[in-house]
């Protein structure tokens, strides 16, 4: 038999095995519009897809202003496959032509039979078609509770901006987090927002009848609630450092854990003796740690040189410590993470709760605990509120600069 040979050519493969040609269908660069089939609900979120330089493919997701890279893209046959950059999900589907592709989103952090059926066309499209001129304009704050009346209610604040022609970005803050970059329309009185960002896929539907907002949220295939908002610029969730402390009996915080490199750290370690430091609780599968993990490494390259240390403790959904260790190699890696980021255990409030005995109520990931040079808890930050949340986000980047500022000083 004829040795298997692969010539590769601009602008498509062709594989040659014995006497048969066979062409890699690719698809059309350019702009997409895709739809998960969240159990009959459309979620829309729009790409492109692109070559590089070196001829190899990626693709850019859209949410608002956020632009998300991946890749990870396999071309085989009529089949496409690509994997997200940062979370352990991917798509996986059969291009028609070249301008559909139809298949699956596949979230294995959600179990391995996790998928959401997609359809893919290309062309420049709206993430929502827009049947109506927008009967108002919902542009603001809005005070906002998610199944209320029942023992799982929570508060959320819903920051909207609104165009003239009814486009819609924004995100909702909770005392957790943020449900990061939303954009959709105002159609008529109909409301639709949604996201993908590899990990999650929101939609938000909801109808608005004077100055309250009625809703539902549905995020993937196995959870939908209900949501009312009602405008109010005035109204704030509690502190977000007054939700976590250090656990009675405890005055400073201390961990052994291993690195990404096999190495074992702890706070009382000689390098960090005598530095202020940050400790960050997080996952390589949250989105919101992603956010912060950014903040975090720009933090460390502008104030380590100074004395300021930077730790990230882990807790991951896989159950293996190797697959675990391979998720926050990736995750360092694709976001060029200069401090260790050291593996806790699995993300359970109990396993959390045991390896970090010294906080009381860790209710998110992540959470910051901030250090000073005598090994002295200064401030337990939950949750984070990332650049969806636009001036809340800058808010707190000024005022983390300030409080490192005042940390570094103290006993320089």
Same mark, same amino acid.
């Not at 996790?114 to 420049?124: Q, S």
């Given at each position: 038999?004829?040795?298997?040979?692969?010539?590769?050519?601009?602008?498509?493969?062709?594989?040659?095995?014995?006497?048969?040609?066979?062409?890699?269908?690719?698809?059309?660069?350019?702009?997409?519009?895709?739809?998960?089939?969240?159990?009959?609900?459309?979620?829309?979120?729009?790409?492109?897809?692109?070559?590089?330089?070196?001829?190899?493919?990626?693709?850019?997701?859209?949410?608002?202003?956020?632009?998300?890279?991946?890749?990870?893209?396999?071309?085989?046959?009529?089949?496409?496959?690509?994997?997200?950059?940062? $979370?352990?999900?991917?798509?996986?589907?059969?291009?028609?032509?070249?301008?559909?592709?139809?298949?699956?989103?596949?979230?294995?952090?959600?179990?391995?039979?996790?998928?959401?059926?997609?359809?893919?066309?290309?062309?420049?499209?709206?993430?929502?078609?827009?049947?109506?001129?927008?009967?108002?304009?919902?542009?603001?704050?809005?005070?906002?509770?998610?199944?209320?009346?029942?023992?799982?209610?929570?508060?959320?604040?819903? *920051?909207?901006?609104?165009?003239?022609?009814?486009?819609?970005?924004?995100?909702?803050?909770?005392?957790?987090?943020?449900?990061?970059? *939303?954009?959709?329309?105002?159609?008529?009185?109909?409301?639709?927002?949604?996201?993908?960002?590899?990990?999650?896929? $929101?939609?938000?539907?909801?109808?608005?009848?004077?100055?309250?907002?009625?809703?539902? $949220?549905?995020?993937?295939?196995?959870?939908?609630?209900?949501?009312?908002?009602?405008?109010? /610029?005035?109204?704030?969730?509690?502190?977000?450092?007054?939700?976590?402390?250090?656990?009675?009996?405890?005055?400073?915080?201390?961990?052994?854990?291993?690195?990404?490199?096999?190495?074992?750290?702890?706070?009382?370690?000689?390098?960090?003796?005598?530095?202020?430091?940050?400790?960050?609780?997080?996952?390589?599968?949250?989105?919101?740690?992603?956010?912060?993990?950014?903040?975090?490494?720009?933090?460390?390259?502008?104030?380590?040189?100074?004395?300021? /240390?930077?730790?990230?403790?882990?807790?991951?959904?896989?159950?293996?410590? /190797?697959?675990?260790?391979?998720?926050?190699?990736?995750?360092?890696?694709?976001?060029?993470?200069?401090?260790?980021?050291?593996?806790?255990?699995?993300?359970?409030?109990?396993?959390?709760?045991?390896?970090?005995?010294?906080?009381?109520?860790?209710?998110?990931?992540?959470?910051?605990? $901030?250090?000073?040079?005598?090994?002295?808890?200064?401030?337990?930050?939950?949750?984070?509120?990332?650049?969806?949340?636009?001036?809340?986000?800058?808010?707190?980047?000024?005022?983390?600069?300030?409080?490192?500022?005042? *940390?570094?000083? /103290?006993?320089?």
């Amino acid at each position: 038999m004829r040795q298997l040979a692969v010539y590769s050519l601009v602008g498509s493969l062709l594989v040659s095995c014995g006497d048969s040609v066979s062409r890699v269908a690719e698809p059309r660069p350019g702009p997409w519009r895709v739809e998960l089939d969240l159990n009959g609900s459309p979620l829309p979120f729009t790409f492109d897809f692109s070559r590089t330089s070196d001829s190899s493919w990626e693709m850019h997701v859209h949410n608002a202003s956020e632009d998300i890279r991946a890749r990870d893209i396999v071309l085989r046959s009529d089949s496409v496959i690509i994997r997200m950059s940062l $979370f352990d999900s991917e798509f996986k589907g059969v291009l028609r032509g070249d301008s559909v592709i139809e298949g699956g989103w596949h979230n294995y952090l959600k179990g391995p039979d996790y998928t959401i059926p997609f359809r893919a066309h290309a062309g420049d499209a709206p993430r929502f078609v827009q049947h109506a001129p927008a009967s108002a304009s919902v542009d603001g704050s809005w005070k906002t509770v998610f199944s209320d009346g029942t023992p799982d209610a929570y508060n959320a604040i819903g *920051l909207f901006r609104q165009d003239g022609a009814g486009a819609v970005t924004g995100t909702f803050m909770t005392e957790t987090g943020d449900y990061r970059f *939303l954009s959709g329309s105002l159609s008529g009185d109909s409301l639709l927002l949604s996201c993908f960002d590899g990990s999650h896929a $929101f939609l938000f539907q909801a109808v608005l009848r004077n100055d309250t907002l009625l809703g539902t $949220f549905t995020s993937g295939v196995h959870w939908q609630e209900p949501w009312k908002a009602v405008r109010d /610029e005035s109204y704030r969730l509690r502190d977000p450092d007054s939700l976590t402390a250090l656990r009675e009996g405890y005055d400073m915080v201390d961990f052994r854990f291993m690195d990404t490199d096999g190495r074992m750290v702890s706070r009382s370690d000689v390098a960090y003796q005598g530095k202020p430091m940050m400790v960050q609780v997080m996952g390589s599968w949250c989105p919101n740690c992603v956010d912060e993990a950014r903040l975090l490494r720009d933090v460390h390259d502008q104030y380590h040189q100074r004395g300021l /240390e930077v730790v990230a403790i882990a807790f991951e959904k896989q159950e293996d410590p /190797e697959m675990a260790m391979v998720a926050l190699r990736r995750f360092k890696a694709a976001l060029d993470i200069p401090y260790p980021i050291l593996y806790g255990g699995t993300a359970s409030k109990e396993e959390a709760g045991r390896k970090l005995p010294f906080l009381d109520h860790l209710m998110s990931y992540p959470t910051c605990i $901030f250090i000073d040079r005598k090994g002295v808890v200064r401030r337990i930050r939950t949750g984070f509120y990332g650049p969806g949340t636009g001036e809340h986000y800058e808010h707190y980047k000024q005022n983390l600069e300030s409080f490192i500022e005042k *940390l570094l000083a /103290e006993g320089a």
